[in-house]
């Protein structure tokens, strides 16, 4: 759908950031994660990651660190979980996290995403030895997200074309 390159950026580490000593938190505790809904130029795909937690897919997204801006975090996120590189386009804004907690121990997240335009795939990312990646249509990622109504609630705050 995009272009392809060989190897890493220069610009760009190949380590994946670990742990959460840096992690942001809102006034109510709730973790911040910024991400982004990764589109071709002509807004006719959205590219999806495996996620490493349970089956099925999701939008790149991750911990919003205290060296960063949002959408420093949101493009890094990208970089880490799905090897793109990305043009940050507009915000898309906050949205609570919808899932009920199975538990009161659950840290709960408060969500920051963007509409991003996929400017390069890169062969080789920090995480493709635990994610998959694949383009999607707006239907299918509708159905692939289905069960995490914060990521299909961005989904549906982009502009990617629903035909």
Known sequence: MSSTASGSSSSRSMQ?????????????????????????????????????????WVLPKGGWETDETCPEAAAREAWEEAGIAVQIDYDLGH??????????????????????????????WPEKEKRNRQWFTFSGAWEALDGRPELQEALSRSTMNRT
């Open 16 to 56: 994946s950031r670990t742990g959460r000593n840096k992690q942001r938190y809102d006034s109510k505790g709730e973790r911040l994660v910024a991400g982004v809904v990764p589109l071709t130029a002509d807004l006719n795909y959205v590219l999806l990651t495996q996620s490493t937690r349970r089956k099925g």
């Open 95 to 124: 949205i609570e996290e919808k899932r009920k907690s199975k538990s009161s121990s659950k840290e709960r997240a408060s969500y920051n995403f963007y509409q991003a335009t996929v400017t390069t795939e890169y062969d080789e």
